[in-house]
């Protein structure tokens, strides 16, 4: 859908990964806090989860008391019957993708290619369960500009988008995305992984780091207990610098 309006106006040394269109995808609060290293009192904050894509996160920290909002351009004009059916075809297109390239996962989190697959589906399954019962947790908006005010959440969390889709999103389109993903939280921002699709370092890191910090945007690579991508198993923690 959004692929001919990514931002591809700088060459990328990042070679193509063959995954195709940004993929829709389904991932559950236990592997967000393993991505993340999310501990109960950060799940009580209020969160955004951008992009949400078909992810339970929002739908099993509302379940339990807390206070997530979802964020993504597919809300936009998807129901959730065909939002569900386009993530279920995606959930599939993934699965292919690493059968097909096993060299490039590890097995720590998942046991293997079923269990993924298993797992992806439970997490659309309580999406779409979610989505229609409170649509308005699921908010449309498209990096780099979204709509919410400033500060409106504690703790932005933000998977498989910026880095992973290196291939095809620019310094540039980095640079703008993390620092509106900055503007809407008060205190933080935590980006996964720092690798792109097909388990590539994402080349212009320093630069980036070097640009956000020209933004006031204070940075830390930390390492996670979590890697299903081989090397990706570190987090950039974003935060505003206190002068
Ligand atoms: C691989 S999914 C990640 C979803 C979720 N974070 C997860 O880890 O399961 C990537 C998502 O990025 C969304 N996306 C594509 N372009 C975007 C943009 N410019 N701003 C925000 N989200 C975007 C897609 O619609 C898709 O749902």
């Known amino acids: 859908m959004l692929e001919g309006e990514l931002s591809r106006a700088a060459a990328?040394?990042?070679?193509?990964?063959?995954?195709?269109?940004v993929l829709?995808?389904?991932?559950?609060l236990?592997?967000?806090?393993?991505?993340?290293?999310?501990?109960?009192?950060?799940?009580?904050?209020?969160?955004?989860?951008?992009?949400?894509?078909?992810a339970s996160l929002t739908a099993e920290v509302n379940a339990a008391g807390g206070d997530a909002t979802a964020c993504d351009p597919v809300y936009a004009h998807t129901s959730a019957d065909e939002l569900a059916?386009?993530?279920?075809?995606?959930?599939?297109?993934?699965?292919?993708?690493?059968?097909?390239?096993p060299e490039q996962y590890r097995w720590s989190f998942f046991t293997d290619?079923?269990?993924?697959?298993?797992?992806?589906?439970?997490a659309l399954t309580r999406f779409t369960a979610d989505r229609q019962a409170h649509p308005e947790r699921y908010v449309p908006g498209e990096l780099p500009r979204?709509?919410?005010?400033?500060?409106?959440?504690?703790?932005?969390?933000?998977?498989?988008?910026?880095f992973s889709y290196a291939d095809r999103l620019d310094l540039a389109f980095h640079r703008d995305g993390i620092g509106e993903?900055?503007?809407?939280?008060?205190?933080e921002l935590r980006i996964f992984p720092?690798?792109?699709?097909?388990?590539?370092?994402?080349?212009?890191?320093?630069?980036?780091?070097?640009?956000?910090?020209?933004?006031?945007?204070?940075?830390?690579?930390?390492?996670v207990d979590y890697e299903f991508q081989a090397g990706g198993n570190q987090m950039l923690i974003c935060t505003h610098r206190l002068d």
């Open 12 to 21: 990328s040394a990042v070679p193509d990964s063959g995954i195709g269109t």
């Open 24 to 28: 829709i995808s389904a991932r559950s």
């Open 30 to 54: 236990a592997e967000y806090r393993a991505m993340f290293a999310l501990s109960d009192a950060a799940l009580r904050r209020r969160l955004l989860d951008c992009p949400g894509g078909a």
């Open 85 to 101: 059916a386009h993530a279920h075809a995606d959930t599939d297109r993934g699965n292919r993708y690493i059968r097909a390239h």
């Open 113 to 122: 290619p079923d269990d993924h697959y298993r797992r992806r589906r439970a």
């Open 146 to 162: 979204l709509p919410f005010t400033d500060n409106a959440f504690d703790l932005v969390l933000s998977s498989h988008l910026l």
């Open 181 to 187: 993903l900055m503007r809407v939280t008060r205190d």
């Open 194 to 223: 720092l690798v792109a699709m097909g388990a590539v370092s994402y080349p212009y890191l320093d630069q980036l780091l070097a640009q956000l910090a020209d933004h006031g945007i204070t940075t830390q690579v930390a390492d």
